[in-house]
């Protein structure tokens, strides 16, 4: 028996589509490059979307949009994917952590204020695992202090707070599409924004600084390549025209664990926090506190053993060597991301995981909590 972390969901619809872009001349800059922003750009409820080759692309961009620069600071999370921290790195800005409130998993609003200083030109907040909890209060603090707000929306595609949009909050915002995310494209990202001279700044440097009209060989500015081809795109638009079903499938998987779950204590099982509405990206169960890092990994070994990927989401971003060698962080830093950091557990998670399988998959959760828990 292997069961996988995560699985992507393509249909025969998908492979048509793909298929079909390969039967044509346009495999990039082609007609289903447009077809995918404006259907993403419209399911988001923002003006413009533009299509990139990742998530962190798509920061990347954002960042050099925004005028980031050496001497900036970008207030973001220590839990969160390194990708967040690194784009900020990339374009030769500083970023500042902010430790996480515990029970939303998000930057904790209240210490949001402390690490604003004249150098702080964004906050870049994540919807981590998918949920948009705090981040009202967090764009309140941004709007009293003058500072955009670039959104990591990289694991929320589908979400809402209040009935609002994950990717609606942000000046900008960023998805990304990699094979574990609701929707995938294979590798692929998408900025989002109503702002048209952003939008237009991202389009140029996602295709080599080339300008609106401009010839192929004439670049109006340092640009790259992060274009998405239009293989990849056919691909995200049939999973996105999918998305409702993608989400219904995933909370249905997330209530079966929930259910399964409840009555082990020894497993805080994750939940809709109040005011969202979660497309689940992930599920992660904490252990108590008391836990230790080896007793979380005998769990982890224990279920591979039988065939079962779980993971640890995340490791700090804080405490990851490079990190450490620049900026000097050290354990104890950032306690609440430290301490949620060893005693997560990510449980086999994707659209077409059956009842079946999630009762194995918490039987053997159960049997290696028994396993390696005996001294607490
Ligand atoms: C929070 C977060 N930010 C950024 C990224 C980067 O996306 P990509 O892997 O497409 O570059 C991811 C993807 O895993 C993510 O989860």
């Given at each position: 028996m292997q069961i996988p972390l995560s699985r992507p969901d393509i249909t025969e619809k998908e492979i048509e589509a793909v298929c079909a872009v390969l039967r044509?001349?346009?495999?990039?800059?082609?007609p289903k490059l447009a077809e995918f922003e404006a259907a993403f750009a419209e399911y988001i409820g923002r003006k413009r979307a533009v299509a990139v080759n990742s998530g962190t692309s798509g920061l990347f961009l954002c960042m050099l949009a925004l005028g980031i620069a050496p001497g900036d600071e970008v207030v973001t999370t220590p839990f969160t994917f390194i990708a967040s921290a690194t784009s900020i790195m990339m374009a030769g800005a500083t970023p500042v952590f902010v430790d996480i409130d515990?029970?939303?998993?998000?930057?904790d609003p209240a210490k949001i204020e402390s690490k604003i200083?004249?150098?702080?030109?964004a906050i870049m907040p994540v919807e981590v695992f998918g949920s948009p909890a705090g981040f009202d209060k967090i764009c309140e603090i941004a709007q009293k202090h003058n500072l955009t707000v670039l959104e990591d929306s990289c694991e929320a595609l589908g979400s809402e707070l209040n009935g609002k949009k994950a990717g609606t909050f942000g000046t900008m915002s960023v998805f990304a599409f990699y094979p574990n995310k609701q929707i995938t494209t294979g590798e692929g990202g998408m900025i989002l924004t109503d702002d048209d001279d952003l939008a237009d700044m991202c389009v140029s440097l996602r295709n080599q600084g080339r300008g609106k009209g401009g010839g192929w060989l004439d670049h109006e500015r340092l640009g790259y390549n992060f274009r998405l081809s239009d293989i990849n795109c056919a691909l995200g638009i049939v999973q996105l025209s999918r998305i409702d079903e993608i989400k219904a499938k995933r909370k249905q998987v997330a209530k079966w664990y929930q259910e399964m779950l409840?009555?082990?204590?020894?497993v805080a099982v994750p939940t809709e926090p109040v005011g969202c509405d979660v497309s689940w990206f992930v599920f992660v169960v904490r252990l108590a506190e008391k836990v230790t890092l080896q007793q979380r990994d005998g769990i982890l070994e224990a279920m591979r053993g039988k065939g079962i990927q779980v993971a640890n989401y995340f490791s700090p971003v804080h405490l990851q060597p490079f990190m450490v060698e620049k900026y000097g962080y050290k354990k104890g830093d950032f306690p609440v991301t430290e301490s949620v950091c060893k005693s997560t557990i990510a449980l086999p998670f994707y659209n077409n995981l059956t009842k079946d399988e999630v009762a194995i998959v918490c039987k053997a959760l159960k049997e290696a909590l028994d396993k390696n828990l005996l001294a607490i």
């Open positions: 044509t001349p346009n495999l990039s800059l082609g515990p029970a939303s998993l998000n930057i200083t004249e150098k702080t030109k409840a009555d082990d204590d020894r």
